[in-house]
């Protein structure tokens, strides 16, 4: 099931650039949160940028979780 989430447009442009070719943007968010270490993404993000990306995504995280224990 698909999802909509919001991004800034900071982070919109980011993973516009880390998108490739034939690739959706779950694609490009479900490849770099693979990476087991975040700095092998230097050449998409510097690491400011990466942090405010792995910031963004945690905070979504322990926004369902919070939403899931309302719907429980």
């Known amino acids: 099931m698909a999802?909509?989430?919001a991004v800034s447009d900071e982070i919109y442009e980011l993973l516009t650039r880390a998108k490739m070719?034939?690739?959706s943007f779950s694609d490009v968010i479900r490849r770099l949160l693979k990476r087991k270490d975040l700095t092998e993404v230097p050449k998409v993000f510097d690491e400011k940028e990466w942090e405010t990306v792995a910031e963004a995504f945690e905070k979504q995280r322990e926004l369902d979780v919070a939403r899931r224990k309302e719907m429980l």
């Open 21 to 23: 070719k034939d690739e």
């Open 3 to 5: 999802k909509t989430i």
